[in-house]
């Protein structure tokens, strides 16, 4: 089975469907990951009180440090290269480049089994890039036989009760846990904002549940997720 999981930014594969991963790869599955923006912004938006080294670091070093981590977690998860797409686009700038994104995903996606995005009504507006350029691409290909599996981080909004029938509580055992905060610490360049270190650590040790929904094409736009 082709598998292809779309990332709105570096990490967000860990955060959104790390704890599908491990097991998509011991079932011997073809994984892809489409990582859609570079991740360049990411001191810029934060809240927190930053060293004046990590707060004026520039945009292009901020990228190269999260390129290089998402290369680190392909070959941690004992993939191959060619298997990751890095579209590129610039952080927080994700919505300018929905058509784009459309055009260059179309071939990636247009063999596979199944594709896991980010919820519609997103509150991050690349998360929302993301689902718009997935479901863009899915949309004018008509991919009716292709699964949808929709995730959403809880700081960007919840599952809405219209698709409880689509929805599916996912355990995470103690073992998964541990190799998930392994796969955290690759994420060198996100240590470095002490108070979202401590909340990411915090979300991976402590969840117990994951939630995710499972829809097909001909049921886009009739829920508030999808």
């Known amino acids: 089975m082709k598998i292809v999981i779309f990332e709105p930014h570096p990490d967000d594969l860990l955060l959104g469907a790390g ?18 923006t ?32 998402s290369k680190k977690v392909i070959e941690f998860l004992g993939l191959s290269q060619m298997n990751h797409h890095y579209l590129d686009f610039k952080d927080a700038d994700g919505q300018k480049y929905v058509e784009e994104g459309i055009e260059r995903v179309k071939g990636i996606i247009k063999d596979a089994n199944r594709v896991v995005l980010p919820s519609k009504n997103n509150k ?40 409880e029938d689509k929805q599916i509580l996912i355990n995470i055992s103690k073992t998964l846990r541990s190799r998930l905060l ?31 929904a499972i829809f097909e094409l001909k049921d886009y736009g009739k829920y508030y997720n999808f």
């Open 182 to 212: 392994e796969w955290l610490q690759i994420y060198e360049s996100q240590s470095l904002m002490p108070q979202f270190w401590k909340t990411l650590n915090r979300f991976i040790k402590y969840s117990r549940t994951r939630r995710i």
């Open 38 to 69: 570079d991740g360049s912004k990411c001191y810029e938006t934060s809240p927190e009180e930053l060293s004046d080294e990590i707060r004026f670091m520039s945009a292009d070093k901020v990228r190269e440090l999260r390129f290089q981590e």
């Open 124 to 163: 991050h507006k690349d998360h929302q890039a993301a689902h718009d350029i997935c479901m863009g691409a899915a949309k004018e290909l008509n991919l009716k036989n292709l699964e949808y599996w929709v995730y959403f981080l809880p700081l960007y909004g919840v599952f809405n009760r219209d698709s």
């Open 19 to 36: 704890h599908f991963v491990f097991d998509w790869l011991k079932e011997g599955h073809d994984l892809h990951i489409i990582t859609i």
